[in-house]
């Protein structure tokens, strides 16, 4: 772990390649795992607010899940999380031909119909954070379905924190990640060779 500025940043994240694969994942992760997206609670209420403006473009079961829970319920651990369909599908996955999944979420912002990025969580796979009294938790998670997003960032030379530069300066600001970068380039030019 190395610190930033207030958070512990896993050195998996600098060590580690990473590109997501979306033609080999088919974007798994958003139906993959026990328990919807992580949100914040400022998330959740905005995400209660643009339900509207989405929902008929949700499946016909995420629809009803959406209407009797609305946008997100509070998991086994307590964590606000973004509601799921039969055990596993967030309720915010679409699908395009070939069974890839996209989000709703991110197609009503990429259209202008919103201003909201999809959480931060999901920007920021396969990053996890965990918030403590004085800092945060800045790791990184590995996971199967992931795996050919490590060989795609090793094919091109891309580290984890690189190719989640954007969310991670809409998470923690630009000098934050500024910072980061002069460090982990700091750090791979000492350690010795490996992947």
């Known amino acids: 772990m190395i610190q930033i500025q207030d958070t512990l940043v896993s050195l998996d994240l600098i060590e580690k ?4 694969d979306l033609d080999a994942c088919l974007g798994e992760c958003c139906i993959e795992g026990d328990a919807g997206a992580p949100l914040t609670k400022e998330e959740a ?3 209660d607010s643009l339900l509207p403006e989405i929902i008929d473009e949700l499946a ?3 629809r009803e899940v959406a209407r009797e829970q609305g946008a997100s319920y509070v998991d086994e651990e307590g964590d606000t999380v973004t509601s799921i369909v039969g055990g596993r599908d ?3 996955t679409c699908y ?7 989000c709703a979420l991110e197609k009503a912002r990429r259209e202008g119909r ?3 990025f999809k959480p931060i969580s999901c920007s920021l796979y396969p990053v996890r954070l965990k918030e403590y009294g004085g800092f945060t938790a800045v790791n990184f998670h590995r996971w199967k379905i992931c795996k050919t997003a490590e060989a795609l960032g090793r094919k091109k030379g891309v580290r984890a924190y690189e190719f989640l530069r954007e969310p991670l300066i809409r998470r923690f600001g630009q000098e934050w990640y500024d910072e ?9 030019r000492q350690r010795p060779r490996i992947s």
Do not use: S, W
């Not at 390649?17 to 997501?20: K, S, Y």
């Not at 395009?96 to 996209?102: E, F, R, S, V």
């Open 90 to 92: 967030c309720i915010f």
């Open 180 to 188: 980061l970068d002069l460090t982990a380039r700091e750090y791979l």
């Open 60 to 62: 016909p079961a995420a």
């Open 17 to 20: 390649f990473f590109v997501c």
């Open 45 to 47: 209420a905005e995400l």
């Open 96 to 102: 395009a031909p070939g069974g890839m999944c996209l």
């Open 114 to 116: 919103t201003q909201f």
